[in-house]
């Protein structure tokens, strides 16, 4: 059972970043599947009816994965019937009435699974993640750190990156870099901790350090709109022109619709009403000149403060992956 890891990564943000539900699902039911083979293998004589339960978790996870959620409701129904004392079910029950946005009974069943094992680190970190999207980070911390202290949890930096991830979202940044760089020094290719570190150096103004991250982000993860929007504004600063053209026309192409092309869109436009502002006070034009440059600058005002807006979501939604890791999805362990 202390193989059992999952990572519910937020995504974020999702979380992290352009992460949906399904995709989510999809590293989840395959980290799952993973453990789930592992325990088929050590259990092989174990009694019939956890033989059943095993095996009903198994096919709840896929049906989660593919979308199929009453699928998978049923099956791991049918787990629990099979085995009451099967704590994964229980934690996988938590994940699945999370995304079908159950909160109570998704608490419900993750409190089941740690009644049952206290020391499960995947149930502590699934609910840990799941406290923290409720809005209670200190309970949610306790949980995080739980699983990370837990000397028989083999992936720690799951459960460090989460606790940065909620630090972060609420507010506590310090706090979350601490987190972040725990995460990393367990395993320097955890995809949240990356992205979440790029955007913190980016807030700080620290554009190299945040282009770096980044850059290690892109090694082991595939671009996200958000990470897309980060990317640019990163360029935008350090003046990389073959970089901003390639991350701009990404954007456009791959995520169309989404905020972040607003944003961008935004924000170009917002460069060529500077750029005629420019030009107007240097021809030296007319009062009525004159009126035209204060429209733009009111214009101007709105596009900044959208802009900061985004960026405020644009924080937030590397959470769901909070962990929605990688493809952006919560992660089971």
Partial sequence: MNNWIVIFSVLAGILTSGCTPLSAVSMIGSTISRTVEKEQQKKAQAPAHHRVAVTNVNLGVEYMRQGYYEKALDKLNRAVDADPDYALAYNALGVLYQLLNDPLTAETNFKKSLKIDKNNSPALNNYGQFLCKQDRYEEAEEYFLAAANNPLYSTPEIAYANAGSCAYLNGYTDVAVGYFE????????????????????????????????????????????????????????????????????????????????????????????????????????????????????????????????????????????????????????
């Fill in 182 to 333: 725990k995460s990393l020094s367990n395993n320097p290719a955890i995809p949240l901790a990356l992205s979440q570190m790029a955007q913190i150096r980016f807030d700080a103004g620290e554009y190299a350090m945040a282009d770096d991250f980044l850059d290690r982000y892109l090694m082991i993860s595939r671009h996200t709109a958000r990470s897309l929007w980060l990317g640019i504004r990163i360029q935008r600063q350090l003046g990389d022109l073959d970089k901003l053209a390639s991350y701009s026309l990404l954007l456009r192409n791959k995520f169309p619709g989404t905020d972040e092309v607003k944003l961008f869109n935004d924000s170009e436009a917002y460069a060529a009403r500077s750029k005629l502002k420019k030009s107007l006070v240097e021809s030296g034009r007319g009062i009525s000149e004159k009126n035209k440059l204060n429209k733009v600058v009111s214009v101007e005002n709105t596009a900044v403060s959208s802009e900061a807006s985004g960026l405020l979501v644009d924080a937030g939604l590397s959470f769901y992956p909070m962990l929605l890791e990688g493809s952006e999805l919560l992660g089971i362990d």
